[in-house]
């Protein structure tokens, strides 16, 4: 009896000494630079929503969702955080990727500019100055407001920059708008300068479209099913978390990264991107769940007005996957 106690003493020291099982590094990139909507994601790794799931996760900052496509489509990126039209636009083409979800149900997509300066609607932009960041999301999808608005190009001028030079222009005065999300240029101009901005929605002249989601390389997703699961696991939970304490959330993007704005716009600029999450269809779902609907007037709204290939009417559903999300209540 006493050997057989020592031998299972020995089988379970050696069962102690075994090295715990490695997390599975992941590289999520987002879409920008930080902004209150990528409150989630860092409250998420914060509170260990991703360890929990046997995921190290890097969260790395975007410079467009175009730029970040790219990334995920050459695996330099594992996940990616983008406009999903964006994506679209890309995978006709051939780029290897497909949303895994789509958390921003509808479009947080504007042009803006200083509450004084009175443009409140389409028609207000003639004459005017605007900013932009080409091959950004929004530059990709402003053709498409000014045909639903029956604005031409000869109606304005335009300026080109990096994102902080869109901020500087209209911050300087050398642009009336710039085109921005609702929840993030428009907390960046309040920082810098104290003042509000008007957002003229694009949603509200019909644009009636989804908008951020997560991405991944479809070859990569093959692969790696089970990690992908754990991946939007983590990630429903963790939105789902930062939605019932949005300033924890938005503080810790400046726990991980104290330059990335104030507490009180990033925690206002979370509160703004809440409400996309879900459309009248979705409100009693967990996020992410997108319906098949919603992206195929996605897909034809494109299709129509914005350049999409037409063959991406053929198959809406190559473009995404409800597949990897867990279940309600799971």
Known sequence: MKRWIGAASVALLAFAAMPAQAADKVVLMLNWYVYGEHAPFYYGKAKGIFAAEGIDLEIQEGRGSAATTQAVAAKTADFGYVDVPTMMRAAIKGAPVVATGVLLQTSPMSAMGFVDKNIRKPEDIKGKTVAITPADSMTQIWPLFLKKTGLKESDFQTVAGDGQTKLNAVINGQADLLLGYVMDQSMKIKDATGKDVYPIKFADY?????????????????????????????TTKAVEAAEKEPKAAAQSILDANPKGGKIDT????????????????????????????NMTETVNLLVEYGGLD?????????????????????
């Open 266 to 293: 990033l925690t206002q600029g979370f509160e703004l991107t809440i409400p996309l999450y879900r459309t009248a269809e979705t409100k009693s779902k967990r996020p992410f769940q997108v319906t098949d609907q």
């Open 206 to 234: 019909g644009i009636n479209m989804v908008s951020s989601g997560i991405i991944a390389n479809a070859d990569y997703v093959k692969a790696n099913a089970d990690l992908v699961r754990r991946f939007m696991s983590a």
């Open 310 to 330: 037409a063959k991406a009417k053929d198959n809406p559903k190559a473009f995404y996957t409800n597949d990897y999300l867990p279940k309600s209540g799971s």
